[in-house]
């Protein structure tokens, strides 16, 4: 079946870049997301790539999508205190008809 | 625009008293509508989700049901609860364009004492 897999830590110090892997399993993955959430709020949907995209740009936020090795990066460029959350990957494609499948979500954590 | 409602944001019940959960969406017909458990600490379980009135699919067997009543109305309950059912319980919803994803609701923190 499907899976998307995240490494569960990461700390960096404010103002560095903030980079944030996942790998997936479903070739047939046509969208990609990156969520974001706050402690004791809902997920945000933070940005997504299309799977025929290999970059996408939105201000602080690049999206890497390597298709061939499905895997997929969220960088955050001039990480402020703001940006500690858990942050979590998921794919949607024809193989899981109507579902998102998340990753397990990344802890980012902030050093001054 | 589309909303997503979710109630009520916390609630201590205890071991074997029933349950009840509502998530409603205005601003969109016919949404795909998603209940997922996220327990302390970890990631996303999706519970249950529909595409439909009175059409529900179940992920995983356990001590839930769900139920869809009205087109954008989505319930989540239980004869009985369970310790183990305690985690926070996010409501969401998709529509048919896909580079929107799901909009989730604020969550409801569930604590089974």
């Known amino acids: 079946g499907e899976d998307v897999e995240q490494s569960l830590f990461l700390s960096v110090r404010e103002g560095d870049s903030s980079v944030i892997n996942c790998t997936y399993t479903d070739s047939s993955s046509t969208y990609l997301y990156w969520y974001k959430q706050e402690p004791g709020a809902g997920l945000q949907l933070l940005t997504y790539i299309f799977s025929n995209m290999d970059m996408k740009q939105d201000q602080r936020l690049t999206v890497l999508l390597n298709k061939k090795d499905k895997h997929l990066s969220l960088r955050i460029a001039d990480t402020q205190t703001g940006d500690s959350a858990i942050y979590f990957c998921a794919e949607e494609g024809y193989s899981s008809a109507s579902k998102i499948i998340f990753g397990s979500g990344t802890r980012l954590s902030i050093r001054p | 625009s589309q909303t997503i409602h979710q109630w009520p944001a916390t609630l201590v019940q205890p071991v074997g008293s029933p349950l009840s959960l509502e998530c409603t969406v205005e601003g969109t017909s016919n949404p795909n509508l998603y209940w997922y458990r996220q327990a302390a600490g970890r990631g996303l379980q999706l519970l249950f989700y529909s595409v439909g009135i009175g059409q529900i699919s179940s992920e995983v067997p356990q001590n839930l049901s769900a139920s869809r009543p009205q087109d954008r109305q989505f319930i989540l309950s239980s004869k009985k609860l369970l310790l183990s059912d305690s985690g926070f319980y996010l409501c969401?919803?998709?529509?048919?364009?896909?580079?929107?994803?799901?909009?989730f609701g604020s969550g409801t923190r569930l604590t089974v004492v």
């Open positions: 969401a919803w998709k529509g048919t364009a896909h580079r929107y994803g799901y909009t």
